[in-house]
């Protein structure tokens, strides 16, 4: 689907498939012991072999370099993520914990557990340090404001990266333009930049950008 998917999935088979090469270089070199050796190895094999693609099943999809932050196992990790809503999926990963907090000051843990397909672009946790501290603060104690610009990084659907470049009216009620092809994506009027995209969980589909998006009618 993507170039840097690819790559990422290349790198994955070309290591497979050096692991199981040095397995069967160890059976040839054992070989005037016994046959039983290379049948024994083979369930080794075939288990190596499952692990990792069951590993890169959700993160076959995604793409770009910040992927590379996320875990490798575990409920932050890819397919951790995909097993749960999308709230309960980020809480989990590690690039987004401020995000997180700010979704549960805002009350909104449920509304977009509950959402029935949305695409969500989540700002990490170096996106929210850009905004000057004082400013944050207040951002986080005021409700209403912080609800405003949650669900303006929320859209109605599930948008692949064929289908997310246009624009898209969002959960808060403003339009979201989202310009690019491919790999490279930027988001709203600010310029937000995909750093890790199409990332699956069990109600939504997530595209992680290095900055936090604003509504016109608050810039």
Known sequence: MNRSLRRTTGLAAIALTATLGLAACGSDDSDGGATDTPTSSAPSSDTMSDSPSEASGAAAQTFGDGCAAVPTSGDGSFDGMATEPVATAASANPLLKTLVAAVTKAGLVDTLNS?????????????????????????????????????????????????????????????????????????????????????????????????????????
């Open 115 to 219: 959402a029935d397909g949305i695409t969500v672009f989540a700002p990490t946790d170096d996106a929210f340090g850009k905004i000057p501290k004082k400013t944050l603060n207040a951002v986080l104690a005021d409700k209403a404001t912080l609800t405003k610009i949650l669900t303006y990084h929320v859209v109605p659907g599930q948008l692949s990266p064929d289908d997310i470049a246009g624009t898209h009216k969002t959960l808060e009620g403003e339009k979201l333009t989202v310009d690019g092809s491919g790999e490279s994506f930027t988001v709203g009027t600010g310029k937000a930049n995909v750093i890790c995209g199409n990332i699956p969980t069990a109600n939504a589909t997530v595209y992680v950008i290095d900055s936090v998006l604003m509504p016109g009618s608050m810039s």
